[in-house]
Nanobody, 116 residues
């Protein structure tokens, strides 16, 4: 059974930091590209950051470049999203996604709220 379980969300003040984690199981994690998406209320789900299977390539949404960092640990089947300098506009449900060809898996999400 494929599972992606996100954790690390919460309430943080503007300017603060959070690190999200996504624990993967049930598939060969090291051959899948991984990414983080987010969806704010009333808005479409959007790509935040992606990382290749080896970790050698990453990409980011313009809105988070320089503030967020995606990384992965293939030995532990984990992908991370380090979020710094958080802004109220970053408030959303954050989802982990695993893709390889037509195989496509999503986690249930973790809520991030940036508010004073």
């Amino acid at each position: 059974q494929v599972l992606l379980v996100e954790s690390g969300g919460g309430l943080v003040q503007p300017g603060g930091s959070l690190r999200l984690s996504c624990a993967a199981s049930g598939f060969i994690f090291s051959v899948y590209g991984m990414s983080w998406y987010r969806q704010a209320p009333g808005k479409e789900r959007e790509l935040v950051a992606g990382i290749s299977s080896t970790g050698g390539s990453t990409n980011y949404a313009d809105s988070v470049k320089g503030r967020f960092t995606i990384s992965r640990d293939n030995a532990k089947n984990l992908v991370y999203l380090q979020m710094n300098s958080l802004e109220p506009e970053d408030t959303a449900m954050y989802y982990c996604r695993a893709r390889r060809g037509r195989e496509d898996y999503w986690g249930q999400g973790t809520q991030v709220t940036v508010s004073s």
